[in-house]
């Protein structure tokens, strides 16, 4: 293991952490309360989901990286497809569900969107990286 890779996940376990308390936050609201207690999964349950997921990828790009540099963008883009499927299955039920304001489909998506970012982030770095 390399301290590249800890410091990568320490930095996205950082961002997640503040995210996911600001999420928390913003179901206090009143109205978005009473949405969020029928939520199928817990908000932190989904960040967690994609923290896992964001994990395995990073390690799987720095180990990459290590070995044949020049494959970083094609394993990045196969994982995350990867990512999408997966996320796919695990959001299933919700996108069942026929509700009025569609608050956890949304929440999800943001949330999915927001790894996405950090993924594309740490990736970038690694291909800018001077062999």
Known sequence: MNKDF?????????IAAVCL???????????LQQQA???TYPVAIVYLLFFGFSGIILFALHQIAKTSPSQVGYVF???TSLKAVGSYFFIKPVLAKTVSFPTEKLNFFVIFMLFLFIEAYFTAILLNKKQ
């Open 6 to 14: 800890f410091a990568a996940l320490l930095k996205m376990a950082g």
């Open 77 to 79: 883009l196969g994982l």
């Open 21 to 31: 308390i600001v999420n928390l936050l913003v179901y206090l609201v009143p109205d």
């Open 37 to 39: 207690a029928t939520f």
